[in-house]
């Protein structure tokens, strides 16, 4: 071995090994390919999709650091089984009136319309539905008693919660039938509509009686960001405990390395030279990002992010999914609450 060969794998040796599962997202790629590097860390990068890290993570505990959905990584915290300590690196977020669907031969014209309805779901307890719940209840007055929740796997059957759940008696959760996917069922019209983080394949196939309820996401999306200034977390980053209480360096270490990767992705976009996303009008969407909401539109941190959290952790605890009412600072490392300043 050379003599540079030697100093690099001394200088990996000396560095804490762990395994990391996220997504492949451009905010995150500056880390996945090396250019920006994570103080004290030798990464084994796993870039795997949501639904397959958060089973992972929240069943077995498989990853050093991973992806966490807000919501489960809620759940296991209030029940004080979390493997995981937080990391406010919110890796994804999303305006979730793209995400309910409705069936358009069924009378419902206006989101009021869903009461008494039989709405389908991949799990209850999802974050993206967490969020769609509160702004069907808060912009709507559409109370939880008000659905019938249908859960099941979307497009595979046999799908259920990865996360126990003891829900009051007043929220009406059924299954699927064994042998029907939630998509299917709203194809067949079991169902009268869908909520979730993805949309339903018959959508996507234009299925004639299968549409978005908010004919207009975008600008629905826009005036609920003017009226709350909510740009809601779907997802964090989490470390698992025992390897933060012997190294109690690692979250903010961590905190700094995903707070890079997103400004080297940032500063990608702003480069118009060459559009660097396969999608037509990007300058013109960053644009209209920063008008309405600012330059710093998707912060990292808890201070920027703490109105967010206290929303959503509120909501959480009224929808049923947290056995308490968490505080902000519950869900986080200490190290990671503040940073040094020059």
């Not at 912009?139 to 759940?165: A, C, H, M, P």
């Not at 007043?170 to 029907?180: F, L, N, Q, S």
């Not at 360096?249 to 997103?262: H, N, T």
Request: overall charge neutral.
């Amino acid at each position: 071995m050379s003599a540079t060969g030697r100093v690099a794998r001394e200088a990996s040796l000396s560095k804490l090994r762990l395994s990391i599962a996220i997504g492949d997202y451009d905010r995150n790629r500056p880390l996945l390919d090396g250019e920006v590097q994570i103080d004290g860390v030798d990464p084994v990068f796993m870039k795997l999709v949501p639904e397959e890290i958060f089973f992972r993570a929240f069943r077995h505990a498989e990853f050093d650091v991973c992806e966490a959905s807000l919501s489960s990584f809620t759940i296991k915290t209030a029940q004080g089984t979390n493997p995981y300590i937080g990391v406010p690196a919110f890796v994804s977020r999303a305006f979730r009136h793209t995400g309910i669907f409705i069936r358009n031969d069924r009378g419902i014209e206006r989101p009021e319309d869903l009461k008494g309805k039989r709405i389908g779901c991949g799990e209850y307890q999802l974050t993206a539905n967490v969020w769609i719940r509160s702004l069907l209840e808060d912009d709507y007055g559409i109370g939880l008693s008000d659905i019938t929740w249908v859960r099941g796997g979307v497009e595979q059957t046999g799908r259920t919660e990865k996360i126990s759940l003891d829900l009051p008696s007043e929220i009406k959760v059924v299954p699927a039938p064994p042998d029907k996917t939630v998509n299917q069922m709203l194809v067949d019209g079991d169902v009268d509509g869908f909520i979730g983080p993805r949309s339903p394949s018959s959508f996507d196939a234009r299925h004639p009686n299968v549409v978005r309820l908010f004919s207009d996401p975008t600008s629905a999306a826009a005036d609920y960001y003017r009226r709350t200034k909510v740009f809601p977390i779907m997802h964090m980053i989490g470390a698992r405990r025992t390897i933060v209480d012997r190294h109690p360096w690692l979250p903010a270490a961590l905190l700094k390395a995903f707070e890079q990767s997103k400004r080297v992705a940032l500063g990608r976009l702003n480069d118009t030279s060459a559009t660097k996303i396969t999608l037509p009008f990007v300058e013109e969407q960053l644009q209209a990002a920063r008008s309405l909401m600012g330059e710093d539109f998707w912060s990292y941190g808890v201070d920027p992010n703490r109105h967010v959290l206290d929303m959503f952790l509120k909501t959480h605890h009224s929808q049923g999914l947290s056995s308490h009412r968490l505080s902000v600072d519950d869900l986080f490392h200490s190290t990671t609450l503040e940073a040094f300043k020059i």
